[in-house]
């Protein structure tokens, strides 16, 4: 059951990342916002996909270092997309919520391995 779901997530991260650079580098229209600013949309967006991708690779320090370059780089590259324009601001709370959910992330893996540790060592 563990592998067909880490199949299918690592199908889906793929799927997501694709999205990511289309709504950040095509114009400003397709990209989804809230209410609650851009600021937040940035945060949340990327800390919602960190964890989805943490899903399908649980190595949370590795995929949130290649999640924040990819946030900077895409924010970078939004310079040159007509219509967009770059913004450090917008770099900083994506790798934010790159970082937060990749702490989480690592947080839940490790406490799950020590349940089973603990659970293995009470039989």
């Known amino acids: 059951m563990k592998f067909p779901f880490r199949a299918g997530a690592k199908v889906c991260s793929i799927a997501i990342m694709v999205l990511l650079v289309i709504g950040a580098l095509g114009p400003a229209n397709w990209t989804p916002r809230t209410a609650l600013g851009w600021q937040i949309d940035h945060f949340l967006g990327y800390f919602a996909i960190t964890l989805f991708v943490c899903c399908a690779w649980p190595r949370p320090f590795v995929v949130g270092g290649v999640l924040m370059a990819a946030a900077a780089l895409l924010e970078g590259l939004q310079a040159f997309s007509p219509g967009r324009s770059a913004?450090?601001?917008?770099?900083?709370?994506?790798?934010?919520?790159?970082?937060?959910?990749?702490?989480?992330?690592?947080?839940?893996?490790?406490?799950?391995?020590?349940?089973?540790?603990?659970?293995?060592s009470a039989k």
């Open 87 to 120: 913004n450090l601001v917008a770099a900083l709370c994506s790798a934010g919520g790159v970082l937060a959910a990749a702490l989480v992330a690592e947080l839940f893996i490790r406490a799950w391995r020590w349940h089973l540790k603990s659970a293995r």
